[in-house]
């Protein structure tokens, strides 16, 4: 079956369909029911099946593959590579569940988990889900008071940290960072669990409640923890989002419904069997870490790549020497990711055996045209875009080349992937837009497997979050697109990234990819700034490409003349900017409000996901000195 009749089928027969791609995971007991809805916006799938995550990334392939790599854990900050078989992982998972165990921590407990890429954050995932724990993973790179506000909205039982994180060679030491967290935060846990890796020789542990964990581990080195069967819509986890709107979200996931979805993603997006590789550059704290270098190729029986490092160390060609090394079939990267590598030299993607690598889907914001031709052009692979959010768990938009290869559109994600009812509406009527015309992007309850059930202990808060923006009862993000003739929808931007010149509304991504088509340009951010005669007018922010020696203003001349030749004379930004670096959330996405509120002196609301502060503070200079 195809694509688009096994689509039709996923929204037309949600039962049906959903009962068969249940058997692609182990239930220690059926589900009774398929899918509730009697409570909409909520619902729940595999209703009354018990199953465990754990179980199904780790037990289940013992029988079928205990001498297959699970997990490679590639660290080129500290050069230490780790080969993990599925036997020890097994062995390492109920270690770690066992010192967990001794340390009280029961089913239903959190448990946050603040490490970078390293394989005992995968341990440590893994554990909590076989004792049924809630973990709450923190991206690594988060200051001490974004940790602490985590900590007390998920009250965890426990805090497992590493001694310290690596980044571009400089040590970066965690555990400073925890303590001043947890001084900070109204119940900290009893205990903090810290996995050393040597690199801070002045870490101090606070008695009675640190724990070492290599001291522990010992006495369990041959420990096997039962299995704790969940509900399929138990809580397996809890991840907090971007950040990149506003304050960011506690968004929770089921057992069962992502299992599945995740089961299924492996191979009909994805085209990943059994025994092959996945390689994602994510870091474990976003939502692509835990469903593509965690939880999905292990389900999948696949082997993945977790990969601590710069895109560019040692040298820009470490992702593609890591492909070549493992047999990588699939990589998953973001396009962020893949900018950095553009300002660098495009020899280093020649130089290593690709032949085993199939696809390169690219995540987590607008892909441009120019930036997929690149990477495509120069890997000679297939560049595929999907769109999807923290809270949707897996792609929401897609194309599916494991189950039908629909042919790439630059600038396009594809299709609504398997079971969303996924529509574009107009924001003021809330009718269906025709196709091509601009609305918002929405999706109609039941979200399907995979997605978030609601906001940890505030049910409220879910719903008027994601349902509460138009008269009916639809899920939204609030993400503007439009559909064309084909079917294909592209993902213009957030509706709050909308411009309004004189009564035109126009898209910030429209002018950054009339922007991105100048050879010079590296990265580009537009925002609308307030103007008195047209009401707005775009401002633009753009980085050069290494080694441009152009006049800057000689660039922001060429810009202007570039996005008024493309998209008219009504877009023509109302001043240029090159810059040194863009704001930016530590997980690479433009922070476009930063800008605005700089530009127009409002406030930009919470600043605690900024990867690098000081680039605004660069930024807030060369406006000074006027465009
Ligand atoms: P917050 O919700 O806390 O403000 P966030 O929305 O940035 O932060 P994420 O869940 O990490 O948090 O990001 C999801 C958003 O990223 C989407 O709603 C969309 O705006 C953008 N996005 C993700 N993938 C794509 C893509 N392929 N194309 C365009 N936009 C994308
Ligand atoms: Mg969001």
Redesign the pocket.
Known sequence: MGYDETYRRSIDEPEAFWREQAALIHWHTPPERILDQSHPPFRRWFVGGTTNLCYNAVDRHLATRPDQLALVAISTETNITREITYTELYREVNTFAAVLGELDVVKGDRVVIYMPNMAEAVFAMLACARIGAIHSVVFGGFAAHNLALRIDDAEPKLLICADAGMRGGKIIPYKPLVDLALREAKSPPPHVLIVRRDLDPDMTLVPGRDVDYAERRVAHEDASVPVEWLESNEPSYLLY??????K??GVQRDVGGYAVALALSMTTIFDVAPGQVMFSTSDVGW?VGHSYNVYGPLIGGATSLLYEGLPTGPDPGIWWRLCERYGVRTMFSSPTGIRVLKKQDPSWLKKYDLSALRWLFL?????DEPTATWISSGIGKSVI???????TGWPAITLLPGLELKPVKFGS?GFPNLGYRMRIIDEQSGADVAPNEKGVLVIEPPLPPGCLTTIWRDDERYVRSYFGHFRELLYS?L?WAVRDTDGYTF?LG?TDDVINVAGHRLGTREIEESVATLGAVAEVAVVGIHDELKGQVPAVFATLKQGVTDDPRDVALAMQRRVVELLGGVARPGCVYVVNALPKTR?G?LLRRSLQALMQNTDPGDLSTLDDPNALEEIRAVIARGP
Request: charged residues 25%; without cysteine; negative net charge.
């Open positions: 989002t971007s950040g990149t709107t506003g960011p979200k939502a995540a987590g914001e607008p892909l875009d999907n769109y999807w959010q923290t809270e994600p993000s993400d993902i957030r997980s996405k």
